[in-house]
């Protein structure tokens, strides 16, 4: 395993969190293992692990690219990581507002019922 790969592993793990992180390793098969490397190597190590951005920036990046690609369960995914490094219930709304307007309301639309699933399971919304 390359440097590169252990460090991606370990932001991948510090984003994603330890439970995702298990229940990921214990799905790892023969068929997986070169996707998951991939990942592990490229978009963990080399991209999430480079200086030039703080997590929490690079967190509301992505759910504004996950928004715009209809990319809800991979948005779910990444509305924990965006919690994990930070950022705030607004900040995520303001982003998925954003995207909403740029993106397409159906876009935005998705994106919103896949982060208030994420929220209300993590009890940080209320009844308006």
């Given at each position: 395993m390359?440097?590169?790969q252990k460090n991606?592993?370990?932001v991948l793990r510090r984003v994603l969190g330890d439970a995702y992180f298990e229940k990921r390793e214990a799905g790892r098969n023969s068929f997986n293992n070169d996707a998951r490397e991939l990942?592990?190597?490229y978009?963990?190590?080399a991209i999430w692990g480079r200086p030039g951005l703080p997590a929490h920036t690079r967190s509301l990046i992505l759910l504004g690219m996950l928004t715009a690609l209809g990319k809800g369960a991979e948005l779910k995914m990444h509305v924990v990581g965006a919690l994990n490094n930070g950022c705030s219930v607004d900040e995520i709304k303001?982003?998925?507002l954003q995207a909403?307007?740029?993106c397409g309301v159906p876009a935005g639309v998705e994106a919103f019922r896949a982060t208030e699933e994420v929220l209300a399971a993590q009890n940080l919304i209320d009844k308006a």
């Open positions: 390359s440097d590169l991606g592993r370990e990942v592990e190597t978009c963990f190590g303001e982003v998925l909403m307007v740029y």
